[in-house]
């Protein structure tokens, strides 16, 4: 018992946390839990307060953003009417952003935090890094960044005949 | 929802309090600049092994038993090698005050001989007064020498405050990461990414090197039975901190002690060419492995640095040179792409169009 009270001491519980949160993105799919410690060290994370903007619309893409705790409302102004519209609100769990790990673009939406948010960032550059240092994990993320943007892609064109 | 065209104007005394923050800092800085130099060092000490620190992180041990780990056993190997450096040092400092006023005498009855048949074929070098300058220079060595020693007061300060940066460090740059501008933390926190990559690798790659070096130097010189192989390896060490200083330091310093030991031109050309190797063996393999990540500085560059290094800050200067350049060529280079994204001085770069549709 002596043992495993210093062993809790030593040990960072919300670490395990954060490796288990990892696991279940998408993006992150196929991802051994042991090279998932390399994607957390890539990793920034960041607190937003409520109603602070994350990125406006127009800006230049840099980092790919996941919602650990809190939510995010992405919106997006029309040019037409200058209004602007909420077209998806992130939960925790899920990502936004992701073009900028490709290229370094304007951005088409707006984020703005709806409550107290906390997100990881992805950076091109850590992105980069680890795909030079660990191909591994970098063919996982490139592939599964492939298959989320077909998937969008695919949305898009069906969206219409949906309606 | 709000528009992102809005946006709130800001009212000029909300800078009033950063910018009286900021002057008070630099006037500190400026007045307690001796007390405030070891701290310098320490938070590059502790910029340099952060990333140690973060490997345990990372792999769930708390940050401040990561901190207490490295310096338990790092700070136990170190002791032990420091310690049997000085004990290296010390012997061999002593025999070289005691020695020193022979071979200085040697060297100079060979200067003197030189400069007596140079000065009987080109009368105007007799104008210079070579003799004069170098009896100057042989006094003044064991001189610098002992002043040196006050200096290794430091590797005792440093990592002491070095130790209390990591184990606070992640704590302030976490709040100052959560107080950056909301809109702006995005393009703040690349452009650190960007500087932490090329700095860190130069860094970790540099110091890694001039170990590599010393440790080469050391076995090297030890195995041609060369005098006080300990003191040049540790010189040949520091000065490898410059970029090309090492081997031309060691080159020279070795040439000396083995024309004054053995007094014969078979062990210099040895030392040279061990010298030559070395400077190949870190051109061809050490440089392109260790510094593969790092900035790449043009050589006229680097000297350019270095000199101007050296007039602002001195011997520090030129330590800190090099590091410093790495920031601002990155600092350059991100001001040129953000021309052409952020200020918008130049047209945007299109977007990758492929005319096949998604089928």
New interface residues.
């Given amino acids: 018992m002596g043992f495993l009270n210093a062993f809790s ?4 519980e919300e ?2 946390h954060k490796l288990d949160f990892l696991r279940n993105i998408s993006l992150f799919e196929g991802i051994k839990k042991s090279q998932l ?1 390399h994607v ?2 890539s990793l ?6 409520k109603g ?12 790919l953003f996941i919602v650990l705790d809190g939510k995010i ?1 992405l ?1 997006r ?1 029309d040019a037409a009417a ?5 077209i998806a609100e992130v939960a925790p769990g899920e990502f936004f952003g992701e073009m900028a790990l490709l ?4 951005r088409t939406a ?1 984020a ?2 709806v409550e107290e948010t906390k997100v990881f ?1 992805l ?1 091109k ?2 992105l980069d ?1 680890l795909l030079f240092s660990y191909p591994k994990i970098g063919v996982v993320i490139a592939a599964q960044l492939a298959k989320i943007l077909s998937a969008r ?2 949305a898009l ?1 069906e969206k219409p005949a949906e309606n | 929802m709000s528009s992102p065209e809005v946006h709130t104007k800001r009212n000029p005394a909300q800078f009033v309090l950063p910018v009286v923050i900021g002057l008070l800092s630099l006037y500190f800085i400026v007045k307690a600049k001796g007390a405030v130099f070891p701290f310098v060092l320490s938070a590059a000490l502790a910029y340099i092994l952060n990333p140690l620190i973060t490997y345990f992180e990372v792999r769930g041990i708390k940050r401040s038993y990561a901190v207490a780990g490295l310096y338990i056993s790092a700070g136990a190997v170190l002791f032990l090698g420091v310690w049997l450096l000085m004990h290296f040092l010390s012997a061999e400092i002593q025999d070289l005050q005691q020695t020193w006023p022979t071979y200085a005498e040697r060297l100079q009855a060979y200067t003197t001989n030189l400069n007596t048949k140079l000065v009987k074929s080109y009368p105007v070098l007799g104008k210079l007064g070579l003799e004069a300058k170098l009896q100057h220079l042989m006094e003044l060595v064991p001189q610098l020498l002992v002043s040196l020693l006050p200096a290794l007061t430091l590797l005792f300060i440093v990592p002491f405050i070095t130790f209390f940066m990591l184990i606070g460090g992640g704590g302030i740059i976490d709040y100052l990461l959560d107080h950056l501008p909301a809109r702006h933390s995005e393009l703040i926190l690349h452009i650190a990414s960007r500087i932490d990559g090329s700095l860190g690798n130069y860094l970790r790659g540099i110091l890694t090197e001039a170990f590599v070096i010393f440790l080469i130097a050391f076995t090297g010189l030890m195995l041609m039975g060369l005098n006080y192989a300990a003191v040049i390896a540790v010189l040949i060490g520091f000065s490898s901190l410059v970029p090309y200083l090492g081997a031309i330091v060691g080159a020279v310093l070795s040439s000396i002690v083995a024309y004054l030991q053995f007094g014969t031109l078979l062990p210099i050309i040895k030392i040279l060419g061990f010298f030559t190797g070395i400077r190949f063996f870190d051109d061809w393999f050490l440089q392109p492995y260790i510094m593969k990540k790092a900035v790449d500085l043009n050589p006229a560059v680097i000297l350019l640095a270095l000199m101007a290094g050296g007039e602002i800050g001195g011997i520090w200067g030129i330590v800190f040179s090099i590091p410093v350049t790495c920031i601002i060529k990155e600092i350059l280079q991100i001001a040129i792409e953000l021309q052409e994204t952020e200020f918008r001085w130049k047209p945007k770069p299109e977007p990758t169009r492929i005319s096949i549709p998604y089928t």
């Fill in positions: 001491r030593i040990y960072d670490i395990l410690i957390l060290e920034q994370e960041r607190t937003y307060l602070e903007t994350i990125f406006a619309q127009g800006d230049i893409g840099r980092a409302a919106s102004l200058q209004k602007s519209e909420t290229e370094e673009m304007p707006t703005t935090a960032m950076f550059i850590k890094s892609l695919r064109l």
